[in-house]
């Protein structure tokens, strides 16, 4: 989440080549399999089941096959070839009896986790910051002294006592094998998971990051992935897309999170996105990356969606790409102008955005985060719903001088320990 490349689309169509190019790509996406034999009927379709790509179902004498996770579409009604749009492909007449669906998706689970609510204010972890590697317990350096983040004797439980949420970064590579900054994921889960949840801390599994990419090829999983950090407390999981992903697998990775919104229908699936915040009339904002994942996201039925705008990182001042105010990029009003541009481009409602700024110093001297661009962010995002707001990251907390975005501190020498999380908190009446 430090410096972030941007492709700049052009001026107020949400387009450019690559985004183009990536975007029929994506809409040409269906897998391929061998066609069912002449002959036998599968399974009857039935309409409260869920399907799967490579599932198959009959309907009035033909056969048909599963493009993507679908539930609820007729195939009589709704197949199509490849770059169709529709969720079903014709393999043609059969008679008589058939099979059961090919691989079938796991029974959802009975508990889902609750509704995040409110505005959701969880400032990003680094896990691997200050990570004790004997326990994978996650630990902080943030006030000078090494505390674990939750628990006792914490972080949480002895310095922000209302901070009531975290996000956790970043899990990649394939959905199910995943990995923490190459601490395998059961361990981490088995380290934190239960810590966050006995401390009644709600959080957010991220996944991917600017050095780190995240797949998921299949609903099983999906499933796998999500029932590792399941508790109540758990209240969305994050798919960070900086760079990385082919078409088809931002395809199948949406595609998945509808799947798993059909087992956890209160979880939230945010999609956090590198940004401009052009203030020169071209609302210029998403790179193509960032392009290619809402017009995903928009065309895949996913209900609990957010897009997270990293509003940081814009590159040398000037109103190509952010609002500037005495040579330098105001960052709260460039907040605000990052998402009025992805309203103006895409139709996004308020209700479906969220910003995460970076605190302190950006990756240019010309962008500095400061505390009174809290005051703008916070009062803009409870005025306008906003669905949440973070900040990266917890660990930076903590002033210094050097010049340069560090990893563990701001770059900010006048400030003090865990002042920013503490101004948000009180700014949100936490």
């Known amino acids: 989440m430090f410096t972030i490349p941007h492709i700049r689309l052009a001026a107020g169509t949400g387009t450019g080549t690559l985004a183009v190019a990536i975007a029929m790509a994506l809409s040409s996406v269906v897998p391929v399999h061998e066609a069912r034999a002449a002959g036998a009927c599968a399974a009857a379709w039935n309409a409260s089941a869920v399907y799967t790509s490579g599932n198959t179902a009959s309907r009035n004498g033909s056969n048909y096959l599963a493009n993507w996770w679908t539930q609820g579409n007729d ?7 490849p770059g169709s749009g529709q969720p ?13 669906p090919d691989n ?7 508990n889902p986790p609750p509704s995040a ?19 994978n317990v996650m630990s902080t350096m943030v006030t000078g002294t090494r505390l674990p983040v939750v628990g006792s004797g914490s972080l949480v439980s002895t310095q922000v006592p209302n901070l009531g949420a975290i996000t956790l970064a970043f899990a990649s590579g394939e959905c199910g094998s995943e990995n923490w900054g190459g601490v395998p994921a059961p361990a981490f889960a088995s380290a ?9 801390i709600n959080y957010v599994v991220s996944t991917g990051g600017q050095a780190g990419v995240f797949t998921c090829s299949s609903a099983t999983g999906m499933a796998s992935f999500l029932s590792r950090y399941m508790t109540p407390h758990m209240v969305g999981v994050d798919f960070d897309i900086e760079s990385g992903q082919t078409p088809a697998q931002l395809n199948a990775l949406v595609s998945n ?44 039925g996913l209900k609990n969606y957010t897009i997270n705008l990293m509003t940081m990182d814009y590159g040398s001042a000037g109103p190509g790409i952010c609002v500037v105010k005495n040579g330098s990029c ?47 962010v916070t009062q803009y995002a409870k005025a306008n719903k906003l669905a949440g707001v973070h900040f990266w990251s917890l660990d930076r907390d903590n002033p210094c001088g050097g010049g340069f975005a560090s990893p563990t501190c701001n770059s900010v020498p006048g400030t003090t320990v865990l002042q920013y999380t503490k101004r948000f908190l009180s700014d949100l009446g936490r």
């Open 75 to 81: 195939p009589a009604t709704s197949s199509g070839g």
């Open 88 to 100: 079903w492909t014709s393999q043609g007449a059969c008679s008589g009896g058939g099979t059961p």
């Open 104 to 110: 079938p998706p796991d029974n959802p689970p009975d």
């Open 117 to 135: 609510g409110d505005l959701l204010f969880s400032p990003y972890k680094d896990i691997t910051i200050n990570l004790d590697w004997n326990t």
């Open 192 to 200: 934190n998971i239960g810590r966050l949840n006995s401390a009644g």
């Open 257 to 300: 999170a509808v799947y798993a919104e059909s087992l956890y229908p209160n979880l939230r699936f945010s999609f956090t996105l590198a940004t401009l915040a052009a203030s020169d009339g071209s609302y210029g904002g998403l790179n193509a990356t960032g392009d290619a994942v809402v017009r995903v996201v928009k065309a895949s």
């Open 330 to 376: 105001d960052m709260g009003q460039s907040a605000i102008q990052a998402v009025l541009n992805l309203q103006h481009t895409y139709g996004i409602p308020s209700s479906r955005i969220e910003i995460t700024p970076m605190i302190g110093l950006n990756d240019v001297a010309s962008e500095t985060f400061t505390v009174a661009d809290i005051d703008t």
